[in-house]
């Protein structure tokens, strides 16, 4: 399978580009620039190329670039990269002396919530199935948490902490439960495809 990876000069579509090589894969990192392309190329041995070469051909094409281009870059390319299916790992984000919040502006349930009520709110446990809830053995999973005020926040990470054999995470603000609350449609669609009930797990924490 060829792979093109558009914008794989940057940090994660080289380290992309390295990992796919190393799994026997034909790699062309894309550049706005050709040369740039080629210099990195050479240093990971694979293909370099400009965006626009890069994606012809391709069997994917991996739509890497800084996240702020990706509408961009995805309309510059579009007639290039034709009917190739197409990878984005974009995420769009805002970031804040607060913390990252998700950048596109529709809200979530626990945000409506805290407009309603007085009280301090956080929002978390959305991950957790029932099904590995209600087992003896406390769910092998972590819990994600989010809210603005750690007089929500502190206790639910608690709670959440005695649930389960994972951790209890700091997800930062109380916007992140439109992240946590559309996880949970991710999951819900991953149960039934694989016929499981999914948890979540992040790594690199101790
Ligand atoms: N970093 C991570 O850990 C990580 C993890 C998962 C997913 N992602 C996603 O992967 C994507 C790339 O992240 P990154 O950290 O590698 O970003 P990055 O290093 O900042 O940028 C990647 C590449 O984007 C291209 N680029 C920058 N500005 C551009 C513009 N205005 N128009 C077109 N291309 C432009 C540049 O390539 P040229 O200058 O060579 O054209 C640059 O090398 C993002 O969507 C990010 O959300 C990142």
């Known amino acids: 399978m060829r792979i093109a990876i558009v914008g794989g000069t940057g940090a994660f579509g080289r380290a992309l580009a390295e990992r796919l090589h190393g799994l026997g894969e034909d790699v062309v990192i894309g550049s706005r620039d050709a040369s740039r392309a080629h210099e990195i190329a050479v240093v990971i041995d694979v293909h370099g190329a400009s965006n626009d070469e890069a994606v012809v051909d391709a069997d994917l094409v ?9 509408l961009e870059t995805a309309r510059a390319l579009a007639p290039a990269i034709g009917t190739t ?25 626990a945000e409506h919530i805290d407009r309603i009520v007085d009280a301090p709110v956080a929002a978390g446990l959305q991950s957790l199935a029932v099904a590995r809830l209600s087992r003896p053995e ?12 750690p007089r929500a926040k502190e206790p639910s990470l608690e ?13 930062g603000p109380l916007a992140n439960a439109r992240a946590l609350e559309g996880m949970t449609a991710v999951i819900l669609n991953v149960n039934r495809r694989y016929k499981t009930h999914a948890g979540i797990r992040l790594v690199g924490l101790e």
């Open 159 to 171: 709670l959440a902490a005695r649930l389960i054999r994972g951790r209890a995470i700091d997800a």
């Open 62 to 70: 991996v739509l890497a670039v800084r996240s702020n281009a990706a």
């Open 85 to 109: 299916p197409l990878l984005s790992v974009a995420s769009d984000l805002t970031f804040t002396e607060h913390g990252v919040l998700p950048g596109r502006q529709s809200y979530s349930l």
């Open 138 to 149: 406390p769910p092998d999973e972590d819990i994600l948490v989010c809210g603005d005020d």
